[in-house]
């Protein structure tokens, strides 16, 4: 058995690991920083788990150099952090905080002395409340126009110097999670009318940003941060692969289609019972720009079987007993292969990244100080080697980032799930490597799973 050989991923493959600013960095009201809608919605009763802020969060703020040397012991070759708008222009537009360019500026030099490449999420969901009060947020087209001028400033503070950006992370959680579910901020229980039109909105934005970063930074690579919906079938027959198949396309429809295609899928909305968003000329346009990648968040899905119903599908419940992570979300890594096929199918050979994929798990601290993860190692290494299947089957996979890099504040579930492959103790800001983060060391190191 040729072990070298078994499961090597390409030379240039990109491997890295995740954050977002509100999760991870804390010092809500220091050096500037404008209020956002977390800030609010995560101190309104109820709404988090033992009522949980990100006021402190892992503190990265300011330990962000002993964050990275971290990184850097693990041999982390990419870094994927977000920038928090209200850091920059605390009332959302206007007057720039320098001391908030500062500290990503910072960051970035801290990040590239110890060989890491950034990647930048522009949009992590942290809106600056005051965009929120005066425009009611993505509501409005105006926040699309500001998060492109908030864009600018940030892409020539660091353009220079940061090759990947990310418009957007996974418009659905502050759309229609916010507004139908009142899960995410800002919060609020709205019509399917307002909830289509924010994701509009947010797609504008997407695009206004988009061609701001290529007039800026030509080189640069820009893309989109998407969760996925990713049915797969449920057997390998031709008629589950064609209910996936379909299930796939209406499931990530909503913003896959006017992304790639520049129309909206009527026929879904329509089946849906769904308004189509009010859209103004140009606003398609800009949404369908060329992107260089497409990246998906991946965490779980349930398969699908063919149906005679008027879908063509029907999702297939896993049981109570199958195995799943502390979020309670069924383990299943074939889903991702799936996805990665049908991306393919539909959209070419468009660069893919996995931008966030990892597990809550109940870890233990043993008498030694150590965690033994064991769950989260074989997680990975099942998703991995599905992201291995797929390049071999000619899938243009190009990198995958590990959520999270550490534990962090899990929104409405604050602290108390757990996601990093470095755990942080909260009361005293300590950071132990777990088991999970030696076995991503060595993958990245030896650039196959093992
Ligand atoms: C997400 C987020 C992360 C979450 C992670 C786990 O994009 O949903 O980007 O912030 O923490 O997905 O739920």
Known sequence: MDLQ????????????????????????????????????FSRLPGKVRNGDTGD????????????????????????RFSVAWPRILPEGEGEVNQKGLDFYSDLVDELLAAGIEP??????????QALQDKYEGWGSRRTAELFADYTRIVVRHLGDRVKRWATINEIMCFTTLAHREDQHAPGGKRDK?????????????????LKVIKEECPQAQVGIVENLMAPWPYYRTEEDLKAAR????????????????????????????????????????????????IAYNYYSHPPVRAAQNEWGFELVQMPEAFSRTDMDWPITPEALYWSLIFTKELFGDIPIYIAENGMAAADKVEEDGSIQDGDRVEFLRNHLRMCHKAIEDGVNLKGYYVWSFMDNFEWAFGYSKRFGIVRVEYDTQKRTVKE????????IKENRVL
């Not at 995740?18 to 809500?28: D, F, K, L, P, R």
């Not at 009318?193 to 940003?209: E, F, I, K, R």
Request: overall charge negative; proline content about 3%.
């Open 56 to 79: 402190v969060a892992c503190d990265h703020y300011h330990r962000y150099k002993e964050d990275v040397a971290l990184m850097k012991e693990l041999g982390l070759k990419h870094y």
């Open 5 to 40: 050989n078994s499961y090597r991923f390409p030379g240039d493959f990109i491997w890295g690991a995740a954050t977002a600013s509100y999760q991870i960095e804390g010092a809500y009201d220091e050096d500037g920083r404008g209020l956002s809608t977390w800030d609010v």
């Open 193 to 209: 009318a307002y909830t289509n039109q924010t994701v509009h909105n947010a797609l504008l934005g997407h695009g206004m940003a």
């Open 436 to 443: 999970s983060g030696r076995y991503y060391s060595l993958v």
């Open 246 to 293: 379909k299930a796939w396309k209406d499931m990530n429809g909503q913003r896959l289609m006017p992304l790639f295609t520049g129309v909206y899928d009527e026929e879904a909305f329509k089946r849906a019972g769904e308004p189509l968003p009010k859209v103004e000329e140009g606003d398609m346009e800009l949404i369908s720009q060329k992107m260089d990648y």
């Open 119 to 128: 990647l930048i999420t522009l949009f992590h969901w942290d809106l600056p």
